[in-house]
């Protein structure tokens, strides 16, 4: 048996995942499992619900241009085949179809064998830690989403009325410090269009817009004036200290403690550097008793820090690439991407656009890393950077050399394999990059990045 607090960990990014994959026996595709396999436990994000039709009722989001993420159930099962032992289930695509969606993903991922985290049939099962046990130790995961709406939020049953299945939510405020000429100058376009409301939050003197279209959706913007121009966001507190608690369940009652946190929302556009509500919840939840922090939802790496002696994966970045190849598309789908509806027995799931982030280039849609953790008494002593490519190379082209298909716009074949190369070095150089500010120092041997903390 091991040291107490001495583990082996295999983390990897987000699992958009629609297609079976055991079959395939290239050497740096069995030997990427190799590596995920190799270790006490194996963590990774699914960002995929699992049902047949006959499981469903409706989609139950019917908003936005995002896709519709729903798969076979039995690619639960490959995800087994390739060693993963506890995933996160919490994002912004968790309510896709509703609760039975999410009853029915719970389901086939136990049937699997694989632990999940982050969704419920209320919010203190959404909310508590799934467990996993281990030759030497308890694991716990406690996962959770930002940029969820109202409607996918688990809650508590009240009021002679049920709870609502769904996600676990660390919701958050947004702050918008503007400088005191842009202030005047935001409140004299409000008293012109009489789109000026108090804000429910913030302090004295802040302001908001009252925007007709968002009026659904919760508060209005609040403007605070401040010497420069900055957005600032906070987690919500209540949200904050009940993730807190359920970390501090896991502490007591395993013995290492995985959060992951699934946001979709930024202070801006989306950049190489974490919201400040990130920051914020991940080193709370580093004081709080967890040993790794694992952000996602952007579908992008970014930086690694090292806080009191555990590891912060800011942006862990997608594993798997294969929303292109969702069968079963909603009509909500069709309509958000411009095609003819009137026309809809005629549009089928090939057709193009219709997933965001897929219609052009992107240099950090399809390239990321399996992490391999070593930790001892408590502390992370290395991390390694094994870098992955999902059929096309990390440049802002991304030309394609792996696809699937032969229709006029090429579909990716979106399976991760390990990186060679030119490809490898630019995954590696961006983590090492992004990671620098962090005071965390990337070196990059043979391919590998390594994170030496005994040097």
């Known amino acids: 048996m091991k040291h107490k607090g001495e ?7 987000e699992c958009m995942v ?3 994959f055991s079959m ?3 050497p740096e595709f069995l030997g990427m499992w190799d590596l995920i396999r190799d270790s006490d436990v194996a963590y990774g994000h699914l960002e995929m619900n699992f049902a ?8 139950a989001r019917g908003q936005g241009i995002g896709s519709f993420m729903i798969s076979e159930p039995a690619v639960a099962g490959d995800l087994k085949w390739a060693g993963f032992d506890i995933m996160s289930a919490a ?4 309510f896709d179809f509703g609760a039975e969606g999410i009853a029915a993903t719970r389901k086939h991922m136990k049937v699997a064998g694989i632990a999940t985290a982050g969704t419920g049939t209320d919010l203190e099962r959404a909310s508590e830690p799934a467990y996993v046990e281990k030759k030497n130790g308890r694991v716990a995961l406690v996962a959770a989403s930002s940029g969820n709406q109202h409607f996918m939020w688990a809650n508590h049953a009240k009021g002679a009325f049920m709870a609502r299945p769904g996600v676990n939510p660390l919701r958050l405020k947004y702050e918008f410090v503007v400088d005191p000429q842009t202030m005047a100058n935001l409140k004299d376009f409000a008293a012109k269009l009489n789109i000026a409301k108090p804000p429910k939050h913030g302090p004295e003197g802040a302001f908001g817009f009252l925007i007709p279209a968002a009026q659904q959706w919760g508060d209005p913007e609040c403007f605070v004036e ?3 121009c900055e957005i600032v966001s906070k987690c919500d507190r209540r949200d904050l200290e009940r993730n807190l608690r359920s970390i501090e369940e896991a502490r007591c009652m395993s013995d290492l403690v995985i959060v992951a946190h699934h946001f979709s929302v930024s202070d801006g556009p989306r950049g190489d550097t974490p919201p400040r509500f990130v920051e914020e919840f991940a080193r709370a939840s580093i004081d709080g008793g967890a040993d790794i922090y694992v952000g996602h939802g952007w579908h992008r790496t970014l930086g690694i820090e090292i806080y009191k002696g555990k590891p912060i994966i800011y942006g862990i970045g997608n594993f798997f690439a294969h929303s292109e190849f969702l069968q079963h598309v909603p009509y909500d789908s069709y309509d958000a991407w411009g095609h003819d509806v009137d026309r809809l027995q005629t549009l089928h799931p090939a057709l193009h656009p219709l997933h965001p982030g897929l219609d052009h280039s992107a240099e950090t849609w399809w390239g990321s890393c399996i992490i391999k953790l070593e930790m001892k008494d408590d502390r992370l002593t290395r991390l390694y950077l094994h870098p992955v490519e999902m059929g096309r ?3 802002p082209e991304a030309p394609l050399h792996r696809r699937t298909g032969s229709g006029e716009h090429p579909l990716t074949e979106g399976r991760p394999i390990l990186a060679k190369g030119d490809n490898a070095a630019r995954i590696l150089e961006r983590y090492k990059r992004l990671s620098a500010p ?3 120092q990337v070196e990059i041997r043979d391919g590998v990045g390594i994170v030496d903390l005994e040097a």
Not at 7 to 13: D, I, K
Not at 53 to 59: F, G, S
């Open 91 to 94: 994002h912004n695509h968790s």
């Open 438 to 440: 962090f005071g965390t």
């Open 226 to 228: 401040g010497e420069k």
């Open 393 to 395: 190379d990390s440049t």
């Open 18 to 20: 629609t297609r079976p």
């Open 24 to 26: 395939h026996d290239e």
């Open 7 to 13: 583990w082996r960990v295999s983390l990897a990014g």
């Open 52 to 59: 047949e039709p006959e499981e469903l009722k409706w989609p």
